[in-house]
C-alpha cells in the first residue's frame, strides 16, 4: 500500500526527501495541488474543500495513509477532516506534531501533562493562514509551559519559491526575520513552520544568526513517519515515487528538478 504525501505545491517534497531516506522501501505518491497553490493566503473554508479533495485524489490513487506535507493544509483543516470527513480504514496525518515533540524534547506520541522546558522565547515563521490558525500555539500548550511564541507571517515567500524566483525569497525571508526580531530580539529557537522554507534554510540561519536553533520540519516528520510505519507497517513496496499536480506537469516538473537538483517527473493529477 503507499504512502500519499500532499502538499499546495513543491515544498513537501523536502518531507517526501526526509521520509524516503528513513523508509527506502516504501512506495509514496506526491500529490502537488499547484493550480491551487500557494494556500497561505486562503480563507480556512476553502483550505479545507481543497485538501479534502486532494487527500481523496490520493486514497483513490490507492493510499490509505496520507501525509498533509503541508503546515498550512494541517494548521486550517486537519482537525475538522479528523472530526468527521476521513473514511473508515483510512488515515490523515499532518506536519506539526513532530516538530513540537522535537522542540519540546518529547518522544514520540508522548502524550503527558505540559512541562516546563529548556526553550523559552521561539520565534515562528509561517504563511498567513497557519499564523492565523494558532494551531501551533494550541499544540505547544498541550505539552509545554512558559514557553513565549512570536509568529511572523511570511506572505510572499511561497510564491517567490514556487515562482523560481530565489533572490526575491532570500529577500523577503531576511525583511520577515527582521521584523520579527523587532518583536523579539532575542529568540532562542525558530521554527520553520511551512515545508516550503527549508529551501530557504540557509537564508533563515544566517539572517536569524549562529545562536538560532533553526526547527526545520522535513527531518524530523521523516523520523516520526518511519517511527509510525515501523509500529503499523505494511507499506514495504518497491520504493518507486509517483509525482502527481494538478497544474502544468512540465512547468512543476522543471521546478521540481531545479529544487531537487535531480530529475523529477510529475505527471497530471
Ligand atoms: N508548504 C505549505 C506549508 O507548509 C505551503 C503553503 C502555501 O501554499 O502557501 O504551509
Redesign the pocket.
Known amino acids: 500500500m503507499a504512502v500519499g504525501i500532499f502538499?499546495?505545491?513543491l515544498?513537501?517534497l523536502t518531507v517526501l526527501e526526509a521520509a524516503q531516506k528513513c523508509l527506502p522501501d516504501v512506495d509514496f505518491i506526491y500529490l502537488a495541488d499547484s493550480e491551487h497553490?500557494?494556500?497561505?493566503v486562503r480563507t480556512a473554508d476553502d483550505i479545507y474543500e481543497l485538501t479534502c479533495a486532494a487527500v481523496q485524489r490520493l486514497f483513490d490513487a490507492g493510499c490509505d495513509l496520507v501525509i498533509l506535507g503541508?503546515?498550512?493544509a494541517s494548521a486550517a483543516a486537519l482537525r475538522r477532516m479528523q472530526e468527521g470527513w476521513i473514511p473508515e480504514g483510512k488515515r490523515v496525518l499532518g506536519v506539526f506534531v513532530p516538530l513540537i515533540e522535537a522542540l519540546t524534547e518529547r518522544d514520540w506520541g508522548d502524550n503527558s501533562p505540559p512541562r516546563e522546558v529548556d526553550v523559552k522565547h521561539v520565534a515562528l515563521f509561517?504563511?498567513p493562514a497557519?499564523v492565523a490558525s494558532r494551531a501551533f500555539q494550541r499544540e505547544l500548550a498541550f505539552r509545554a509551559i512558559g514557553v513565549d511564541v512570536e509568529a511572523q507571517a511570511c506572505g510572499g515567500v511561497?510564491d517567490a519559491i514556487e515562482d523560481g524566483d530565489f533572490i526575491l525569497a532570500e529577500a523577503m525571508v531576511r525583511s520577515h526575520v527582521d521584523a520579527l526580531m523587532r518583536k523579539m530580539p532575542k529568540p532562542q529557537a525558530a521554527i520553520l513552520g511551512?515545508?516550503?522554507y527549508p529551501l530557504m534554510l540557509d537564508a533563515f540561519q544566517e539572517a536569524l544568526g549562529a545562536d538560532v536553533k533553526v526547527f526545520s520540519q522535513a527531518n524530523l516528520v521523516g523520523e516520526s513517519l518511519a517511527d509510525y510505519l515501523t509500529r503499523h507497517g505494511d507499506k514495504i513496496g518497491s520504493g518507486e515515487p509517483a509525482y502527481l499536480t494538478t497544474g502544468d506537469p512540465k512547468q512543476v516538473s522543471n521546478r521540481a528538478t531545479q529544487f531537487l537538483r535531480r530529475q523529477i517527473t510529475f505527471t497530471a493529477a
Open positions: 502538499d499546495s505545491g515544498g513537501g497553490a500557494p494556500y497561505g503541508c503546515n498550512t509561517a504563511t497557519t511561497v511551512c515545508t516550503h
